[in-house]
């Protein structure tokens, strides 16, 4: 089965399906057949019965309804679904799992280019030893893909930018890297406000940094390259930080208007408020203590504090289904007020 990477609407939302698992469970129990199958049709996804072939390897895939859950959701207060997420597996277990979800703004073209090549590029950069080093450039290189000028006869001619010079996204990542001695590696990653939720004996981990500018340091970064420093890049507007007065957020993919860029010419076009796509990284050793892990877009944790979203995991227990959790979530923080569009992606690790 090869690498899928699957979303399908319905009722108007957009639910996650999961599929194969390279994670198995700790003690390195072996499967004798695999209880579920995925067929793709023209339709969309469909399931279909018991395979009776057997699995003949020690690390045999897991069905990933059993490790994972995930669903993006419209806000009721936004005009265009703008969130998308990823996951992404490899049957074998011997490749790296990679989860993100991605929360779009000026349009969902950055967002949903996030989802299709963010993880061949970030896939292809974990080939070297530094895991840190590793999702930097991988980030930093997606980046770039955003930034691009259009191509074609025409493009020279239209806005810099996937989607245009105002459509940018904010990502978190979960990659869950195996190694030879059979323990596996958490590489948590994010830009802008979308987080990732580490829970560890039941106490919330939070494994991301809030990239916003209403945090001082973030403020000190982009100001320590302000040319006019009489000027202030980052503003208060109606008591919301906003670089260019514009963006509430400090970190970001996309977005070409507060990126600094050049066209490359001498005396040519060049951008820069101090927004980048630099991440913050966190790299983990799974431990024995380790239950679940969380991605998901501020919809959700503008609601919901990364305690409460890790208790109630807890609670719903392992008889329920994580995609049913992970709506449950949703359900939950739409209950409490919030509009927004939420990705969610739900991780089970024991």
């Known amino acids: 089965m090869a690498l899928l990477n699957v979303a399908m609407t319905l009722n108007g939302q957009t639910a996650g399906y ?3 698992s390279s994670l198995v469970p700790r003690g ?68 790296p799992s990679f989860f993100g979800v991605f929360d779009g703004h000026g349009g969902i073209a950055v967002a949903d280019l996030l989802k299709t090549d963010f993880w061949p590029i970030y896939k292809r950069q ?14 930093l290189e997606m980046d770039q893909l955003t930034l691009a000028q259009p191509k074609g006869f025409l493009g ?14 904010t990502a978190a990542a979960l990659v869950l890297k195996p190694s030879k001695d059979g323990q596996e590696t958490i590489i948590a990653s994010n830009v802008g406000d979308a987080r990732v939720v580490l829970s560890r004996g039941r106490r919330a981990l939070q494994m991301t940094f809030d990239h916003k500018p209403d945090v001082e340091e973030e403020r000190k970064r982009i100001e320590k390259r302000n040319p006019t420093p009489k000027k202030p890049l980052v503003v ?38 101090g927004l980048t796509a630099e991440p913050h990284v966190t790299v983990e050793t799974i431990t024995p203590d380790d239950d679940y892990i969380i991605l998901a877009t501020d919809g959700l944790w503008e609601k919901i504090s990364n305690q409460e979203a890790v208790d109630y995991c807890a609670e719903a227990g392992k008889e329920q289904s994580l995609d049913t959790i992970a709506k449950g979530l949703v359900k939950l923080a739409q209950e ?15």
């Open 18 to 20: 999961s599929l194969t």
């Open 28 to 95: 390195g129990s072996q499967l004798s057949s695999l209880s579920r199958c995925i067929q793709l049709g023209a339709d969309g996804i469909q399931s279909r019965g018991a395979s009776s072939r057997a699995c003949n390897v020690v690390r045999c895939a897991l069905v990933l309804t059993e490790r994972y859950g995930a669903v993006a959701v419209k806000g009721t207060g936004r005009p265009t679904m703008e969130d998308t997420f990823s996951a992404i597996v490899d049957p074998s277990g011997k490749e």
């Open 126 to 139: 974990l080939r070297g030893s530094n895991l840190v080093k590793a999702t930097e450039s991988a980030y």
């Open 156 to 169: 020279a001619l239209r806005e810099r930018g996937v989607g245009g010079s105002k459509c940018g996204a």
């Open 236 to 273: 208060n507007v109606d008591g919301t930080w906003r670089v260019g007065g514009l963006l509430a957020l400090s970190r970001a993919f996309g977005d070409v208007y507060l990126k600094d860029w050049s066209d490359g010419k001498v005396d040519g076009a060049r951008g820069g408020f």
């Open 336 to 350: 409490r007020g919030s509009t927004d569009d939420i990705s969610i992606v739900v991780v089970r690790l024991s």
